[in-house]
């Protein structure tokens, strides 16, 4: 009897999470997305700056790390296990629905207010122009839209195929986790810029 029928019906239904690439082909897809997350720099204000689209690769692969680590964390300390490389490779392949939303904002700037309209829910309301909301509520809240939905839903998705928790209840942590840390960047840029995120009396 093998050790998998040994352990029973238990070993088979004990949560897993695949690798969605293969490990000897992820050298090669990391490179690939870091070469994304460079060419969408290199066509925005950060390009401008030298060396802007190597930073924005590194910030991304970091911010990926860092958002692992902190689910893995997360999940431990409610006493389930989530394997940081395999989900970090979830993380930092869903990243590629940004890329395509902000490749896809910068050409609406050129296209017709009717086209812009029209793909805001994908890409985000910052597609509609710059003279809606604060410049903080902007840069935290300007890219929500379907795409970001889809990068909130797969992230959910591999969580709770790692931990065996609910979808459900993944999918809730992972939107509130999103939406604090937004709020916080909402707040931040605005006190960057000298304005209170607060009603001031």
Not at 116 to 134: I, Q, T
Not at 141 to 151: D, E
Request: net charge positive; charged share 15%.
């Amino acid at each position: 009897m093998s050790e998998r029928e040994a352990a029973g019906p238990k070993a088979a239904s004990r949560p897993r999470l695949e690798w969605i690439v293969a490990p000897w082909l992820q050298p090669f897809w990391y490179a690939y997305l870091a070469h994304a997350w460079w060419r969408v720099a290199e066509t925005t204000n950060a390009g401008r700056l030298m060396s802007g689209g190597a930073l924005v690769a590194a910030a991304k692969l970091a911010g990926a790390l860092t958002e692992s680590a902190f689910y893995v964390l997360w999940w431990r300390s409610r006493g389930r296990a989530l394997p940081f490389w395999r989900f970090f490779c979830v993380v930092a392949s869903i990243s590629l629905a940004d890329v395509f939303a902000i490749g896809l904002a910068e050409r609406l700037r050129t296209a017709s207010p009717g086209a812009a309209l029209w793909l805001a829910p994908l890409v985000g309301f910052h597609a509609l122009g710059s003279g809606l909301g604060s410049s903080g509520l902007r840069a935290a809240f300007g890219g929500l839209g379907l795409l970001t939905v889809l990068r909130i839903s797969v992230t959910a998705r591999a969580q709770s195929r790692g931990t065996g928790v609910r979808f459900a209840a993944a999918l809730g942590w992972t939107a509130l986790f999103w939406i604090m840390g937004r709020v916080a960047m909402w707040w931040l840029a605005d006190l960057l810029r000298g304005r209170s995120p607060l009603p001031v009396p």
